[in-house]
């Protein structure tokens, strides 16, 4: 009997112990967020997994319920960060690392998300017919001067309606409108494709000038494809009047449900740590949310620029005046 139990303790300790993990459902491109993982993976020995959810993620959130594997969400834009925490598939997340490593202004003041990122919508303007110092402002791009000259992806773009979004913090509904049919009346061809799409156009003498995120300069440059693209244009951070150049953000929020609550909470606070967000400037051309991180060198390199000093929960709550406004005055069409 003795021998028996011996052996049936020896063969318990010799059992592996059940891996951490953290599951993901990611909005964010999984070459984007791999280098990060991969490296949380190696310092921790939690497994990261993730599912890429390009849409219906809110949905698929609110169906799963209480039965979600997920215990995070990645997404870009604080419209998506705040559509995931207003349709209750979140919770508050408390932690000193958090508050420490990431400013007030990129973080919700109920602590359900946290930026990790960020980004400037700037203008790409062409080195060869745009002249400096021809566009320094969000207001110049409705001017007649530029009729015929602007390439823009769709108006109904996330990133589009966040920047419309901020000019109705700005200056109003009424001129947020008489800006956006100016941008129309102002655009080369139909709106189509992505970013890079239209630096492709400007290229292409389609048009002079776009607006885009800062970042996807850094993956033209870094594509053979598209180098020629990136070669051909400038980039130039132009402010609202009365304020600076806009700005938005890539983060994270903890699910309601989050079966790996302790591990997640690891892998939020990783990703604010100096390591994490060296990486996400070095790999993915975004500027680190956490202070004394610098940029990389690429992107240092752009230029300086002043950050608008607007809430992004404000700009999240003009989202819907300014999808409406887009359908409004048909941008699209």
Not at 21 to 46: C, K, M, W
Not at 222 to 234: C, G, I, K
């Amino acid at each position: 009997m003795k021998r028996a139990l011996l052996a049936l303790a020896l063969s318990s300790t010799a059992l592996p112990a059940l891996a951490e993990e953290v599951n993901i459902y990611s909005h964010r491109q999984p070459e984007l967020i791999q280098p990060l993982l991969d490296a949380f993976t190696a310092e921790t020995g939690i497994e990261a997994n993730v599912a890429f959810v390009d849409k219906g993620m809110v949905e698929r959130l609110v169906a799963e319920g209480d039965r979600s594997p997920a215990d995070l969400v990645l997404t870009v834009d604080i419209a998506r960060l705040s559509q995931v925490v207003e349709a209750g598939v979140t919770q508050p997340v408390a932690s000193d690392v958090l508050n420490a490593n990431i400013p007030a202004e990129f973080r919700d003041k109920d602590n359900h998300w946290f930026g990790l990122t960020s980004r400037a919508r700037i203008v790409y303007a062409s080195k060869e017919r745009v002249k400096d110092g021809e566009v320094t402002t969000y207001e110049d791009l409705a001017d007649p001067k530029w009729k015929g000259r602007i390439c823009s992806r769709s108006g109904t773009n996330d990133y589009n309606i966040a920047l419309l979004s901020a000019y109705i913090a700005h200056h109003g509904s009424e001129a947020a409108t008489q800006w956006a049919e100016g941008l129309k009346a102002n655009l080369a061809r139909k709106p189509t494709g992505n970013d890079r799409d239209q630096v492709k156009g400007i290229w292409a003498g389609e048009c002079d000038i776009s607006i885009g995120n800062t970042y996807y300069m850094g993956q033209m440059l870094a594509d053979p494809e598209q180098q020629e693209w990136a070669n051909s244009v400038r980039i130039v951070f132009p402010v609202f009047e009365g304020g600076a150049t806009h700005m938005n953000i890539s983060g994270v929020a903890m699910t309601k449900a989050a079966p790996n609550h302790d591990a997640a909470l690891k892998l939020m606070e990783w990703l604010s740590s100096d390591e994490a967000q060296r990486i996400y400037a070095e790999t993915n051309n975004e500027f680190p949310v956490k202070p004394g991180v610098p940029a990389s060198e690429l992107v240092a390199s752009w230029g300086t620029f002043t950050p608008d000093g607007l809430s992004l929960t404000d700009i999240a709550g003009h989202r819907a005046e300014a999808l409406k406004i887009m359908e409004q005055v048909d941008f699209d069409g």
